[in-house]
Structures are given as C-alpha cells and as structure tokens.
Nanobody, 123 residues
Framework: QVQLVESGGGLVQAGASLRLSCAAS????????MGWFRQAPGKEREFVAA????????AYADSVKGRFTISRDNAKNTVYLQMNSLKREDTAAYYC????????????????WGQGTQVTVSS
C-alpha cells in the first residue's frame, strides 16, 4: 500500500503561483510513476502532469504546458507541482496519484490516490 497526502492548495488571484506537494509513504518502492489530476465542479477528473519516479521524465496536459512544472524529491518521497500564471479555469480539487505498473499510460490506471487539495483562482 502507498499513502499519499497533498498540501499547498489555497485561494489566489489570477496570474499568481502556487506549489502543491504530495508526500508518499508506505511501499513507495513499488511506485513507477506519480501524477497530478484535477477535478472541477461538474466536470470529470482530468490528467494534469506526471513524472517517472526513477529517471524523472515528465508529461503534461496541453492546458498546463509552459505554466506548470512537476518535480520530485526521491529522498523525501515527495512530488511537487509548481503552478505559475494561474487562470480561473485552473480552479479545481487537485489530486496526487501513484502508479505501480510500467505498462500503464501516463494519464490512466493509477493505483493509489490522495485526498485532494483545493485550488481556487479568482479574477
């Protein structure tokens, strides 16, 4: 089992920045990839970004490319999502997720999920 705890959400104005953190614990040796997803009210959950736990290669949704950066600190078992130039449409609950299979796609089939942290961007 892998436990994930997100932090760092909040209320900011458009154009501001936030950094989300996701601390992983438990059987982290089984983690192949970590991802961030978000879900806005009335919408389906969508992929935001992901990073390979070993090697650090990354992938991003088109909507956040150039504004968001995912990174990880293996020593701390923590993944970060640096969000710059935030827009109102970035308002959502953000979830951290862990994937254990190397054969899964970047944006689906995640095995463990955090409880989420709310990001609200005002104009």
């Amino acid at each position: 089992q892998v436990q994930l705890v997100e932090s760092g959400g909040g209320l900011v104005q458009a154009g501001a920045s936030l950094r989300l953190s996701c601390a992983a614990s438990g059987r982290t040796i089984s983690v192949y990839r970590m991802g961030w997803f978000r879900q806005a009210p009335g919408k389906e959950r969508e992929f935001v970004a992901a990073i390979r736990w070993s090697g650090g290669s990354t992938a991003y949704a088109d909507s956040v490319k150039g504004r968001f950066t995912i990174s990880r600190d293996n020593a701390k078992n923590t993944v970060y999502l640096q969000m710059n130039s935030l827009k109102r449409e970035d308002t959502a609950a953000y979830y951290c997720a862990a994937q254990t299979s190397s054969s899964s796609m970047w944006y689906t089939n995640y095995d463990y999920w955090g409880q989420g942290t709310q990001v609200t961007v005002s104009s």
